[in-house]
């Protein structure tokens, strides 16, 4: 007979299961039968999945049916009543695991009211919401706590399997699921879940439901455990004790079968009688000790001796970033380009111009038909200087006093390596080649200027290039580059006359 | 040397370090296969113990025997603690067999520092790369990296862990140097930058061997220095913006015994603690900067949670209406958290938002009733002075849930 006559005669609906249940409700709903009118029962008595016989399957949960012996009903509706969505599906099928008599008939409500159209039934502001919410809740909570709580214990090899046994008393129906928990996590090896109404085993390759099997603690002895607590009496910090934060966390029905629960109360006293100033714990403290003889020199680790510019505290800008990224390429370069400051990838690989920044730049040296290898490459300010967005660092243009504070090290390099041409890149770049803070870019882009014995490029900065969002402007950006490399090395063959400085 | 005597000089000297997360790994199991273990991205507390910390991995150092003169540490080479070594094989077993007994998800390892930095590291990488290899081991695996070690070290040991930790150990560099002679936070952020980038080069290459899939993270000592919550505060922002960091642990310095003299003999209030944690919450979870919960030098109040501190000064958002604000601001009003306002949010596409909706979400409403305005509450308009505000919201004195987040990341 199918639910919906069922219902019209006035008989009880019998469903132990979450399938059971979703087929019976598409049926009455498609007949349009209000919950009122639906009396439900489970076998046997009190809406408990496990009481009466046959025990059913443990209900499959989320996960195909893998537990032996009864079938399921063998077809199942692709999706129940239409339009409900996935996520209001799992939690009614999270509540069907929730211990409580009317459950089938709570969850009949809830689904009749969205066919209703009452949306926020699923909402925690609605009365039935809330309800349904804080069974899903339980009911999850109830499989962490099983996921956490659970202990395994050792059996003699020559005892055959399971290898493993375990006891718990979960309140709701949530072993089977529970035990695809521990099938992914356990491998190969077998094992035994008993709880008060049903027991899963696994033998190394497939799960059995086993029914009642055990009515209390396994009572084996496991050596390993000995282990565990002196782990637990020792990670404890008696310094830090509090007693009701552990309590707040593990509800006290779960100390009885845990094998450290035993221990709290002591170690909770023991803390207060005087260890609390310290966090050693006792048993450690009292044995004998011993230090290192070693004298402070030889324990220092061997380092690559910081270079000077790592070690440069001219400005704040070290602080922040990790480390000063100086410049790369020949000692007599007769090009030098100029950057600004190094980026979030360079910051981190302590070379100039890896990321983005420095690929843009590769495409504008090809371009113009100069190799990266033979220019001196580097920044006016040596190190990073960012401020956060997020988890991300957003380049934030370096301030005055630090360009003039960095402009010791371009001079130095500068110096050493007495460039013909130098090419700066950008408004920070020319401030701190030429040393005035108050150029700016457009005075001197697209025109050479003498600079002491050198000619001066000004070009844009690729980031500019890369920020511009106008793609016909990033054209135009990216030319002007190649066009200053190019003048560069024209300036190269320039014979050396000297010329007036037409920099203001 | 008993094994059970080693764990207890080794657990006891490695419950300093103050992360125990074993979150953020992928997805993997081991049905049907040799081996056994499995991750599923959350991470499980399988126990507690009476400080209130959870045990969700095996927190051990393969030795405590140490070189450096670290002024903090408790094993330090002038400090006069009972000295143990694992093997490896050992290190090994104890993970394989408290997994198996569902003690554990995984293992955290760390260690002194013994011979050199590379030869520790080595010892630490051994011990992953056995478990993974020869154990097939599926748990999780945190290592903690030893700065100085080579980079190959550090590049091996991330294919075989799921988290790296660099400790920044203390906020500023003259602590640093002060306290932790042999360490510099030079090389410190050299390893931090060098994990960072093998993660984003991963990130860009999913085809690449895996490379510490859980992150890194990091940990601070409070209270050890005189640096202030705001000095802190700005350290771990820096921290998470350079180096991508899951988490910044914040451990309150426990005195020690036969403590050196350089560093203080009691203890930070544990609530210090508790308030850094709060804000470093806000700071990756709800948008805050560093300068918004901290303007000036100075501790974050201990009377009042960061947020509501933030609210109280910054009046003038107040009282938001949660029928118009921006979902991100309504995270930030005092009471309501990131999933309510999410909720709220939703709920706002159906209907709008009343009195009765917040306290059914269990918002605090006690906190946010000065805050907020729906469709049938207004608070007196602007009727009460910031700091009898305060004194009415203001904590009652009490010991404190010291790690409600510790498991969140
Ligand atoms: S930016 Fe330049 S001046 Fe400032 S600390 Fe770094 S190297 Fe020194």
Redo the contacts between chains.
Sequence with gaps: MNPADAVLQGQALQVATFAEWREAARELLQAGIPPEAVTWGSPGDGGDLFSGAPAPAAAPHNAPVRLQQPKPAPHQPPHVPPHVPRSLLDMLQAAACYREPDRWAFLYRVIWRWQQGE??VQ???DPDG?RLQAMVKAVRREE?DM????????RPPEAGPPR?V?WFEPRHDVLPQVAE?????????SWMIATPEASVLWDG?TLHNCGPLMSSAADLD?S?????L?????????????????Q???PSRFWKN?P?GAL?PS??SQ?GLGAR?????Q???R??????P?A?E??????EQ?SKL?ECRRCELW??A??AVGGEGPKKARIMVVGEQPGDQE???GAPFVGPAGKLLDRVFEEAGLDRKSVYLTNAVKHFK?E??????LHKTPAQREIEACHYWLEKELAATKPKVIVAMGATALKSVLQQGNVTLKDKLGRPVRHGDSWVVTIYHPSYVLRVPDEAAKQEAFKVMVAGLRLAQELLERPEITEPDTAR | MELSDKLEILADAAKYDASCASSGAPKRGSEGKDGLGATNGMGICHSYTPDGRCVSLLKILLTNFCIYDCQYCINRRSSNVPRARFSVEEVVKLTHDFYVRNYIDGLFLSSGIIRSADYTMEQLVAVARQLREVHQFRGYIHLKTIPDADPLLIEEAGRWADRLSVNIELPTHDSVTRLAPEKNVHTIKLAMGSIRRKLDEKAEEPKAPSFAPAGQSTQMIVGADASDDHTILNTAETLYGSYKLKRVYYSAFSPIPQSPRSVPAAPPPLLREHRLYQADFLLRGYGFTASELMPASGNLALDVDPKLAWALANREHFPMDLNRADASMIARIPGIGLRNAKRLVELRRLRRIRWEDLSRLRCSLKKLAPFVVTADYKPAQGATDSSILRRHLADAPQQMNLWPELQAA
């Design positions: 949306h926020d909402s925690p502001a809330a962490h996921h956490a709580y659970i202990r395994f214990r050792e493993f375990a928990h521990f099938v992914s996590r356990m491998g190969k090896l390759a496991d390993g455990e000995a282990l565990w002196t782990y637990y009496r020792s990670i404890f910090n008696p310094a830090r004790v509090n007693a009701s934060l552990l707040s966390h593990i845990l450290e709290v170690m909770v803390a100033r310290i966090g050693q714990v048993t450690v403290g044995r004998s000790g011993a230090t290192i070693i402070p030889a324990a220092q680790p061997e380092r910081p790592d602080q922040s990790t480390q910051d981190l690989a960012w956060p967005r997020g988890k991300r660092r």
